[in-house]
């Protein structure tokens, strides 16, 4: 992905999931900037960490004594409780000296778990607060460590290239000398060399698949990001055959049973299903509340949201349907679903009359 695309990533991780990403890509293409860039925009304080100048101390804090109890001074870069949302840059992950550092930092690029804080050694990092990693890639050209398996499974790897276009537009904005603007236009191969792709070895796992769930229930990616983010986590073939299998799904239409037992799990889905496969949707939900004596009270209420989410004409024709069912005309009849209901119910009355 481009810088521009790789903003539109992190807005959406940071401001609505507690997950990590970890941005790669080759030195110059923008990564620190746009982290910051996008703290600028999210309003966000912004903490870098440059790890590879940083001691286990410089992380954890010095031991002290109360008594008999053993306890580490906060950190000076540790954001209070009480403080704005800060975004945490854990720059140079893969350049810390020491193992122990490495280690040290293990933790906290790691995601909260539920209900708990995300934390390092006794520190407790506040709900508000997030964590970004950002590292040159392990191919031979830096002086950098591996990152284990382990460790790239707990964070959302974003791989960044270098764009012209997306240079060109920033360089204009920032007004950058007109001819070296007018010779990168003409002469692309020269913006960045020594910028091929990589690989990471990212590979699915249990929780991998969890992160994939977070963000897919959380973020709205534009649909070309969809594979470069989930690559990043489950590894590209594994994500080339999720997204293959969800595509394949839309275009079948939800049955009876998704409606009435998993609406917040295909509402979107519903909303965005082609008139030829809602009308089957429909046709389905007809047929199988006809054999239905009643609904619980979670099977009334996404009934109703799924009228609600069709257009005026069809939902006009469900409900017209739906109403010759004693059972089904009942629960519509409900004081509770007037909102939704009411003016279909005046309209079919009016056509009777």
Not at 60 to 74: A, K, L
Not at 267 to 295: N, P
Not at 308 to 332: E, Q, S, Y
């Amino acid at each position: 992905m481009n810088i521009d695309q790789l903003k539109t990533a992190l807005r959406e991780i940071i401001t609505k999931t507690d997950l990590t990403p970890c941005v790669v890509g080759h030195r110059g293409v923008g990564k620190t900037a746009a982290i910051i860039q996008v703290c600028a925009e999210i309003d966000f304080n912004y903490t870098s960490l440059r790890l590879g100048q940083m001691e286990v101390g410089d992380l954890v804090g010095i031991p002290y004594r109360e008594g008999e109890v053993m306890h580490w001074s906060r950190p000076s870069w540790w954001p209070d409780a009480e403080a704005a949302p800060t975004l945490v840059h854990c720059d140079e992950l893969n350049r810390a000296q020491q193992e122990d550092t490495l280690q040290a930092i293990f933790q906290f690029v790691e995601p909260p778990a539920q209900d708990q804080q995300r934390a390092l050694h006794t520190h407790k990092l506040a709900a508000q607060h997030r964590v970004v990693v950002a590292i040159n890639p392990p191919d031979g050209t830096y002086q950098v460590a591996p990152l284990d398996r382990a460790l790239l499974d707990r964070m959302i790897v974003l791989q960044v290239e270098s764009d012209a276009d997306c240079w060109g537009r920033y360089a204009s904005q920032q007004q950058y000398d007109a001819q070296i603007r007018q010779f990168i236009a003409g002469n692309n191969n020269l913006l960045a060399t020594g910028t091929g792709s990589y690989d990471l070895q990212i590979e699915p796992s249990e929780r991998a698949w969890e992160m994939v769930s977070i963000l897919k229930q959380s973020c709205r990616f534009p649909a070309e990001l969809e594979m470069e983010i989930y690559s990043g986590v489950i590894g590209r073939e594994a994500a080339v055959a999720f997204l293959s299998w969800c595509a394949e799904q839309r275009q079948r239409p939800l049955t009876a049973e998704q409606i009435l037992d998993h609406w917040p799990q295909v509402a979107d889905q519903a909303t965005a299903q082609q008139d030829d496969i809602q009308v089957a949707t429909m046709s389905d939900l007809g047929s199988h509340l006809a054999g239905v004596d009643r609904l619980n009270e979670s099977q009334q209420d996404n009934l109703v949201a799924y009228i609600g989410c069709l257009p005026r004409d069809m939902r006009f024709g469900l409900v017209k349907t739906l109403l010759r069912l004693p059972p089904i005309a009942a629960i519509l009849s409900q004081d509770r679903y007037d909102h939704a209901i009411l003016d279909i119910i005046r309209r079919i009355s009016d056509e009777v009359a």
